[in-house]
């Protein structure tokens, strides 16, 4: 059993379960995060814009000076047998490429077991 | 690969998140989280608070650079010198697998 964990767009969100519901992954949980990728910010322009005025000096303007500026994201969890791994890896990526940075990540990692709380037994479709 | 998942107090996570970003690990995602350690809460005269707001960060970073990730969050999330009750927690685990959605290619 693996978890498929994936960092994609607040807007992907409903084409993304539609996909995964054709292809077979109904259950799966949404969570609203905050993040930042590895394409980092120049903040020194961001300053520069807001010297020159450009920017209204608003609340707005000071939080995106702010060096921890998060972008909002949607992560999706979902627990998937060892072979479907790569199906459902693939049918994530599919709904959610836009060729552009900031299109988001997939994890996969290890799950030892998993039980099904309305019967307490160890179940192998409990997911 | 390794996952980092660290609670810690809301109100560090700007100095956390602005050290990693000046150590090269510029990648992290935050989330709300509520809950309570082994002390079981706080107690605040009679009243009990057992579920305390904390900031969950999480990254994925290469094996080579856990310690470094682990020391920047440890050193920068205590409270004074020796640290206090509630600073947090870091859990480490294995991640098996990464994609970026963008290229589709394997790897961090």
């Given at each position: 059993?693996?978890?498929?964990?994936?960092?994609?767009?607040?807007?992907?969100?409903?084409?993304?379960?539609?996909?995964?519901?054709?292809?077979?992954?109904?259950?799966?949980?949404?969570?609203?995060?905050?993040?930042?990728?590895?394409?980092?910010?120049?903040?020194?322009?961001?300053?520069?814009?807001?010297?020159?005025?450009?920017?209204?000096?608003?609340?707005?303007?000071?939080?995106?000076?702010?060096?921890?500026?998060?972008?909002?994201?949607?992560?999706?969890?979902?627990?998937?047998?060892?072979?479907?791994?790569?199906?459902?890896?693939?049918?994530?990526?599919?709904?959610?490429?836009?060729?552009?940075?900031?299109?988001?990540?997939?994890?996969?990692?290890?799950?030892?077991?998993?039980?099904?709380?309305?019967?307490?037994?160890?179940?192998?479709?409990?997911? | 690969?390794?996952?980092?998942?660290?609670?810690?107090?809301p109100e560090k996570v700007n100095t956390v998140l602005t050290e990693l970003m000046l150590a090269g690990f510029p990648a992290v995602t935050k989330m709300d989280v509520y809950g309570r350690g082994k002390q079981k809460g706080v107690k605040?005269?009679?009243?009990?608070?057992?579920?305390?707001?904390?900031?969950?960060?999480?990254?994925?970073?290469?094996?080579?650079?856990?310690?470094?990730?682990?020391?920047?969050?440890?050193?920068?999330?205590?409270?004074?010198?020796?640290?206090?009750?509630?600073?947090?927690?870091?859990?480490?685990?294995?991640?098996?697998?990464?994609?970026?959605?963008?290229?589709?290619?394997?790897?961090?």
């Amino acid at each position: 059993m693996k978890e498929v964990m994936a960092f994609i767009r607040l807007n992907k969100v409903n084409q993304t379960k539609s996909a995964l519901a054709e292809n077979g992954f109904p259950a799966f949980t949404c969570r609203k995060v905050l993040g930042r990728g590895k394409k980092s910010v120049d903040f020194s322009l961001v300053e520069n814009i807001l010297q020159e005025g450009e920017l209204p000096l608003s609340p707005l303007g000071e939080h995106l000076t702010e060096s921890t500026r998060l972008i909002p994201k949607r992560v999706i969890t979902l627990i998937v047998e060892d072979d479907q791994v790569e199906k459902a890896v693939e049918t994530i990526i599919r709904a959610n490429q836009t060729g552009n940075k900031g299109d988001g990540k997939i994890f996969v990692l290890p799950v030892q077991e998993n039980y099904q709380i309305r019967t307490g037994e160890v179940a192998v479709d409990a997911y | 690969m390794l996952m980092i998942r660290s609670i810690i107090r809301p109100e560090k996570v700007n100095t956390v998140l602005t050290e990693l970003m000046l150590a090269g690990f510029p990648a992290v995602t935050k989330m709300d989280v509520y809950g309570r350690g082994k002390q079981k809460g706080v107690k605040v005269g009679d009243v009990f608070y057992d579920e305390i707001p904390k900031e969950m960060l999480l990254m994925v970073v290469n094996d080579e650079d856990k310690d470094d990730v682990i020391k920047i969050i440890m050193r920068n999330a205590r409270t004074g010198e020796k640290g206090q009750f509630g600073d947090g927690r870091i859990f480490v685990s294995p991640v098996l697998e990464a994609y970026t959605i963008s290229t589709g290619k394997k790897g961090l």
